[in-house]
Protein backbone atom coordinates (compact mmCIF):
# COMPACT_ATOMS: atom_id res chain seq x y z
CA UNK A 1 0.00 0.00 0.00
CA UNK A 2 2.80 2.36 0.87
CA UNK A 3 4.50 1.64 -2.82
CA UNK A 4 1.34 2.82 -4.24
CA UNK A 5 1.04 5.96 -2.26
CA UNK A 6 4.62 6.68 -3.22
CA UNK A 7 3.84 5.74 -7.11
CA UNK A 8 0.55 8.38 -6.85
CA UNK A 9 2.84 11.27 -5.59
CA UNK A 10 5.76 10.29 -7.84
CA UNK A 11 3.06 10.53 -10.89
CA UNK A 12 1.79 13.76 -9.22
CA UNK A 13 4.87 15.36 -9.11
CA UNK A 14 6.25 14.27 -12.75
CA UNK A 15 2.73 15.30 -14.05
CA UNK A 16 3.40 18.87 -12.75
CA UNK A 17 7.26 18.81 -13.48
CA UNK A 18 6.72 17.76 -17.17
CA UNK A 19 4.24 20.27 -17.77
CA UNK A 20 6.46 23.22 -16.63
CA UNK A 21 9.34 21.75 -18.61
CA UNK A 22 7.00 21.46 -21.88
CA UNK A 23 5.87 25.43 -21.20
CA UNK A 24 9.81 26.22 -20.81
CA UNK A 25 10.30 24.59 -24.67
CA UNK A 26 7.21 26.37 -26.14
CA UNK A 27 8.38 29.90 -24.51
CA UNK A 28 11.73 29.06 -26.34
CA UNK A 29 9.88 27.95 -29.29
CA UNK A 30 7.84 31.23 -29.19
CA UNK A 31 10.62 33.60 -28.69
CA UNK A 32 13.59 32.05 -30.91
CA UNK A 33 11.19 29.85 -33.38
CA UNK A 34 8.17 32.04 -34.01
CA UNK A 35 7.77 30.50 -37.54
CA UNK A 36 7.66 26.81 -36.15
CA UNK A 37 5.46 27.70 -33.67
CA UNK A 38 2.85 29.03 -36.21
CA UNK A 39 4.14 25.83 -38.60
CA UNK A 40 2.47 23.79 -36.18
CA UNK A 41 -0.81 25.15 -34.88
CA UNK A 42 0.78 27.73 -32.39
CA UNK A 43 -0.12 25.73 -29.20
CA UNK A 44 -0.40 26.84 -26.14
CA UNK A 45 1.16 25.86 -22.44
CA UNK A 46 -0.46 23.60 -20.23
CA UNK A 47 0.27 25.59 -17.09
CA UNK A 48 2.36 28.88 -17.36
CA UNK A 49 2.85 30.22 -20.72
CA UNK A 50 -0.11 31.27 -22.79
CA UNK A 51 1.34 34.05 -25.72
CA UNK A 52 -2.28 35.47 -26.13
CA UNK A 53 -2.61 36.37 -22.21
CA UNK A 54 -4.12 34.83 -19.26
CA UNK A 55 -7.92 34.72 -20.52
CA UNK A 56 -7.27 33.76 -24.13
CA UNK A 57 -10.30 32.38 -25.54
CA UNK A 58 -11.08 28.38 -26.16
CA UNK A 59 -10.12 27.24 -29.36
CA UNK A 60 -9.77 23.49 -30.19
CA UNK A 61 -6.82 23.48 -32.91
CA UNK A 62 -4.74 24.90 -30.31
CA UNK A 63 -5.75 22.55 -28.16
CA UNK A 64 -5.16 19.61 -30.18
CA UNK A 65 -1.87 21.84 -31.39
CA UNK A 66 -1.07 21.45 -27.79
CA UNK A 67 -1.13 17.79 -26.97
CA UNK A 68 0.45 16.55 -29.86
CA UNK A 69 3.10 18.68 -29.74
CA UNK A 70 3.44 17.54 -26.04
CA UNK A 71 3.37 14.05 -27.54
CA UNK A 72 5.53 14.06 -30.43
CA UNK A 73 8.03 15.32 -27.91
CA UNK A 74 8.19 12.56 -26.01
CA UNK A 75 9.23 10.67 -29.07
CA UNK A 76 11.07 12.71 -32.02
CA UNK A 77 12.95 16.26 -31.59
CA UNK A 78 12.28 19.12 -33.46
CA UNK A 79 14.53 19.57 -35.92
CA UNK A 80 15.54 23.98 -34.32
CA UNK A 81 15.87 22.10 -31.03
CA UNK A 82 19.44 20.54 -32.34
CA UNK A 83 20.45 23.98 -32.63
CA UNK A 84 19.67 25.07 -29.38
CA UNK A 85 21.73 24.32 -26.12
CA UNK A 86 19.40 24.92 -23.89
CA UNK A 87 16.50 23.32 -25.56
CA UNK A 88 18.39 20.06 -25.84
CA UNK A 89 19.00 20.19 -22.03
CA UNK A 90 15.30 20.98 -21.56
CA UNK A 91 13.92 17.88 -23.67
CA UNK A 92 16.71 15.19 -22.17
CA UNK A 93 15.07 16.77 -18.63
CA UNK A 94 10.94 16.38 -19.81
CA UNK A 95 11.79 12.91 -21.91
CA UNK A 96 13.36 11.97 -18.35
CA UNK A 97 10.73 13.30 -15.66
CA UNK A 98 7.95 11.95 -18.33
CA UNK A 99 9.14 8.18 -18.33
CA UNK A 100 9.27 8.34 -14.62
CA UNK A 101 5.58 9.47 -14.20
CA UNK A 102 4.51 6.91 -16.76
CA UNK A 103 6.54 3.98 -14.36
CA UNK A 104 5.04 5.70 -11.21
CA UNK A 105 1.32 5.56 -13.15
CA UNK A 106 2.02 1.86 -13.96
CA UNK A 107 2.91 1.19 -10.11
CA UNK A 108 0.38 2.63 -8.74
CA UNK A 109 -1.83 0.59 -10.50
CA UNK A 110 0.06 -2.69 -9.98
CA UNK A 111 0.30 -2.18 -6.18
CA UNK A 112 -2.26 0.99 -5.04
CA UNK A 113 -5.31 -0.52 -6.41
Known amino acids: MRIGILAFFGFLFSVLISSYLHDLILKI ?3 SYRRE ?3 I ?3 LGILFFNPDGFLARFDIR ?3 ATHTFQYRLLFCAPFWIHD ?3 GKRLLWIYRFISTLGILS ?3 FFVYGV
Open 41 to 43: GRP
Open 105 to 107: FLA
Open 37 to 39: WEK
Open 84 to 86: DVE
Open 29 to 31: MYE
Open 62 to 64: RWR
